[in-house]
C-alpha cells in the first residue's frame, strides 16, 4: 500500500497532506480523525489531500478536472470549503514537487480548486505564499458568548463562515471550550475570531474553528479579522498585518477580492504502516 504523507503547517496551523493525484485513498473521517490525533496518530488540525478535480465527486461544477483541488478536512473528520493556511502548504508542496510548470526564478501563479472555489496561489521568490482568497462577504451581525461573556461580530463569508468579533483582552479568552453561537444564523456552523488592535492597521488575533478548537492561526479567519477591523473603522478595503499566536500574516482587501500572504512550512515526510492505515478504517 505505502500511503505517502507529508507534514506541515502555516503560521503554525498544522496539516498532515496527502498525494493522491488519482482519488485512489479511502480517506474515511474515521482515518481522518485518527490521522489528525496526536497520541495514536500523526496529529494535525487538519488533512489536506492532493488529488484532481475529476476524482472528487463534491466539487463545485463547472471546474477544470485536470486542475489540482484541496481535499480539506478538519480534524473531526468534516470537510470545509476553505483552508487559507492550508492553500498557501498545498501551492507549495505543488511547487516544490514540480507537479505544476514553472520557470527558473519566474513567479508562476498556481490553479487550485477547493469546495470554496478556485483559489490561485503564487510562491514568492523568498518562500512565502500570496494566495488570492476571493471576495471578502459581509454576511450580518451576530453575537459570540465566551462564558458569561457576550461579543458582538460581523459574519464573514470568505468561502467558509466565520464571526469576527474585535474585543479588549484578547490574551485572555478561554478558548478551550467551544464558545456560543446563533445556530439560526451559522447553521453549518462557525469559525469565531478574536480581534484587538495593536497598532495602526495591525491586530491580534485568536480563533475557535469549526470541526478543530482553537488553533495557533486560520487563514479564512484572518481575511475576517482584517475585514472586521475595517469595519469597525468604517473602511471596506485596506491592508492589515494580523498576528496569530504561530507567527504573522498579511492580508489585503480590496473592493473585488482579497490576499493573503504568510508562510508554508514542511517538517517532515515518510509512510503510513499498512497496519495502521487498515486498523483506521
Ligand atoms: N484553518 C483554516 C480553516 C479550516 C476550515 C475551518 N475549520 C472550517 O471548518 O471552516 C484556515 O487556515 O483558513
Avoid at 498532515?16 to 495514536?40: F, H, K, M, Y
Avoid at 459570540?144 to 483582552?169: K, Q, S
Avoid at 451559522?186 to 488592535?197: A, D, I, K, Q, Y
Avoid at 480563533?207 to 488553533?215: L, W
Wanted: charged fraction near 20%; glycine fraction near 12%.
Amino acid at each position: 500500500m505505502a500511503i505517502a504523507f507529508l507534514k506541515a503547517h502555516g503560521t503554525e496551523n498544522d496539516f498532515v497532506v496527502l498525494p493522491d493525484p488519482d482519488g485512489d485513498l479511502d480517506l474515511t473521517d474515521s482515518r481522518v480523525r485518527a490521522l489528525c490525533d496526536r497520541r495514536r496518530g500523526l496529529g494535525a488540525d487538519g488533512v489536506l489531500r492532493v488529488v484532481r478535480t475529476r476524482h472528487v465527486p463534491d466539487a463545485p461544477a463547472g471546474l477544470d478536472g485536470d486542475t489540482w483541488f484541496m481535499d480539506y478536512r478538519n480534524a473531526d473528520g468534516s470537510r470545509a470549503e476553505m483552508c487559507g493556511n492550508g492553500v498557501r502548504v498545498f501551492a507549495r508542496y505543488l511547487h516544490d514537487a514540480a507537479l505544476v510548470p514553472s520557470a527558473p526564478g519566474e513567479v508562476v501563479e498556481i490553479p487550485i480548486a477547493t469546495r470554496g472555489g478556485m483559489r490561485p496561489a503564487t510562491v514568492n521568490a523568498d518562500g512565502t505564499v500570496t494566495v488570492n482568497m476571493g471576495p471578502v462577504r459581509v454576511t450580518g451581525r451576530s453575537e459570540t458568548t465566551v462564558g458569561d461573556a457576550r461579543y458582538p461580530g460581523l459574519g464573514i463569508d470568505v468561502g467558509n463562515p466565520h464571526l469576527a468579533c474585535v474585543v479588549e483582552g484578547v490574551a485572555d479568552l478561554d478558548l478551550t471550550r467551544q464558545p456560543g453561537f446563533d445556530p439560526e444564523v451559522f447553521p453549518r456552523g462557525v469559525n469565531l475570531e478574536f480581534v484587538e488592535p495593536v497598532a495602526p492597521d495591525e491586530i491580534r488575533m485568536r480563533v475557535h474553528e469549526r470541526g478543530v478548537g482553537e488553533t495557533r492561526s486560520c487563514g479564512t479567519g484572518t481575511v475576517a479579522a482584517a475585514a472586521a477591523y475595517l469595519d469597525a473603522r468604517d473602511h471596506a478595503t485596506g491592508s492589515v498585518t494580523v498576528h496569530i499566536p504561530g507567527g504573522t500574516v498579511q492580508v489585503t482587501i480590496t473592493p473585488t477580492t482579497s490576499t493573503l500572504t504568510g508562510p508554508a512550512v514542511f517538517v517532515a515526510q515518510g509512510t503510513l504502516t499498512d497496519d495502521w492505515w487498515i486498523t483506521h478504517a
